[in-house]
């Protein structure tokens, strides 16, 4: 039997704390030439997790904004969504 757990996190949040901890990470290896690679290593990973931080808020809100306005029409409800439509026959599709 398989089983396993559901966790629910606010996953802007939870990226943006694995970027601060690599931050810190960058920290222990700013001072050592030596490690170079690892401080790049570090802070690469810290302005990826901050960007996709960034992207996961603007994604979270604009599913907020379309589940509290039911009444929006398709074309902005497929703009927020990042769905692509196109016009066929003068519909939209």
């Known amino acids: 039997m398989v089983g396993g757990y559901i966790l629910a996190v606010n996953l802007p949040n939870e990226l943006l704390k694995d970027a601060v901890w690599h ?5 222990f290896y700013a001072t050592d030439k030596s490690k ?3 401080l ?3 802070i690469r990973s810290a302005v990826v ?3 996709t931080s960034v992207e ?3 994604n979270m ?5 379309i589940n509290k306005n ?3 029409d398709l074309v902005t409800k497929g703009h927020l969504s ?4 196109y016009i066929s026959k003068g519909d939209i599709k």
């Not at 809100?61 to 904004?65: G, I, K, M, N």
């Not at 990042?82 to 439509?85: H, S, T």
Request: hydrophobic fraction near 45%; proline fraction near 3%.
């Open 56 to 58: 996961a808020f603007f």
């Open 70 to 72: 039911p009444n929006l």
């Open 23 to 27: 931050l810190k990470q960058a920290k």
């Open 40 to 42: 790049w290593h570090e």
């Open 82 to 85: 990042e769905k692509q439509y």
């Open 36 to 38: 170079i690679f690892e």
């Open 49 to 51: 997790f901050s960007i």
């Open 61 to 65: 809100v604009a599913s907020d904004h």
